[in-house]
């Protein structure tokens, strides 16, 4: 992997789901592929996805990209995303939380 700079156009989004009792599995099916193949996209930074661990049907995904038009008008209508798309509002218990932040440093081992 090559570490990237933050820049002042770079954001990341931390995105926190809660899914029905029993779409645990799925859900990682559908997202996995997902984040696969964001990887290989050129304005991709980085990307963490965590699971609560006193409640297996909450997750948190992290992910850092270079411009926030690029993902609003390019990534997010990727056809690697479709069957995720269209699959997740079954998939979740609630509305999805959705934060929006600036990245000022990052510190990988």
């Known amino acids: 992997m090559t570490e990237r700079a933050y ?3 770079n ?3 931390i995105l926190t789901l809660h899914l029905k009792p029993g779409c645990e599995e799925e859900f990682l099916a559908l ?3 997902v984040l696969d193949a964001m990887r290989d996209e050129p304005t991709f930074i980085n ?3 965590h699971r609560d661990p006193e409640d297996p049907t909450r997750f948190m995904l992290y992910e850092t990209w270079a411009d926030l038009d690029d993902v609003a008008q390019v990534q997010m209508q990727r056809s690697y995303r479709s069957a995720y798309w269209e699959r997740l509002p079954e998939l979740l218990a609630k509305d999805r939380q959705i934060q929006v932040w600036k990245p000022l440093r990052g510190d990988f081992a």
């Open 31 to 33: 997202l996995t592929p």
């Open 47 to 49: 990307a963490a996805l």
């Open 11 to 13: 954001v990341t989004f």
């Open 7 to 9: 820049t002042a156009d």
